[in-house]
Nanobody, 115 residues
């Protein structure tokens, strides 16, 4: 079993910044992909940023230039640096990890941006 624990969410004013962290633990053999999704109230859970196969990074168009994903392989941890936050960024941010033919989700961390 794999466990993902997110941290770093909170309430921030528009234009502000946050850093989210996601630490993976448990039976980790090979991480195929690891990254962040978000879900706003009444909306679907959508990709934000991810490390794909081979370490390539992909971002949603809406966050390019404002969000940066990074990782510490030794700690099985990914980070999401969020800058120039906008009210539309308000959502629960979920960490996701795919290993072999299974995927895992964290419990989510709330990011709320006030205008």
């Amino acid at each position: 079993q794999v466990r993902l624990v997110e941290s770093g969410g909170g309430l921030v004013q528009a234009g502000g910044s946050l850093r989210l962290s996601c630490a993976a633990s448990g039976s980790i053999f090979v991480i195929n992909t690891m990254g962040w999704f978000r879900q706003a109230p009444g909306k679907s859970r959508d990709l934000v940023a991810i490390f794909n196969y081979g370490g390539r990074t992909d971002y949603a168009d809406s966050v390019k230039g404002r969000f940066t994903i990074s990782r510490d392989n030794a700690k099985n941890t990914v980070y999401l640096e969020i800058s120039r936050l906008q009210p539309d960024d308000t959502a629960v941010y979920y960490c996701n990890l795919r290993q072999l033919n299974r995927q895992y989700w964290g419990q989510g961390t709330q990011v709320t941006v006030s205008s």
